[in-house]
Nanobody, 118 residues
Framework: QVQLVESGGGLVQAGGSLRLSCAAS????????MGWFRQAPGKEREFVAG????????AYGGSVKGRFTISTDDDKNTVYLQMNSLKPEDTAVYYC???????????WGQGTQVTVSS
């Protein structure tokens, strides 16, 4: 089992920045690929970004490329999502995930709300 706890969401104006954090714990957490997904009201959950521990291997959803950056602190078992140039359409609940490979989620965090005002 893997436990994921997100933090860092909030309200920000368009053009602003936020950094989300996800503390991961549990058995063999380092074997999993980590990621972020988001779900806006009335929409399906979508992949935002993914990364492997101890690796530069990353992947991004098309709508966030060039604006969001995923990274890890391997010593702290923490995954970050730095979000810059935020847009109102980035408003969603953001979920941390752990999965067998990039863009797959076998475990979810509880989610953190991000609201971008215009």
């Amino acid at each position: 089992q893997v436990q994921l706890v997100e933090s860092g969401g909030g309200l920000v104006q368009a053009g602003g920045s936020l950094r989300l954090s996800c503390a991961a714990s549990g058995r063999a957490v380092s074997r999993y690929a980590m990621g972020w997904f988001r779900q806006a009201p009335g929409k399906e959950r979508e992949f935002v970004a993914g990364i492997r521990w101890n690796s530069d291997s990353t992947a991004y959803g098309g709508s966030v490329k060039g604006r969001f950056t995923i990274s890890t602190d391997d010593d702290k078992n923490t995954v970050y999502l730095q979000m810059n140039s935020l847009k109102p359409e980035d408003t969603a609940v953001y979920y941390c995930s752990a999965g067998a490979f990039l863009a797959r989620a076998d475990y979810w965090g509880q989610g953190t709300q991000v609201t971008v005002s215009s």
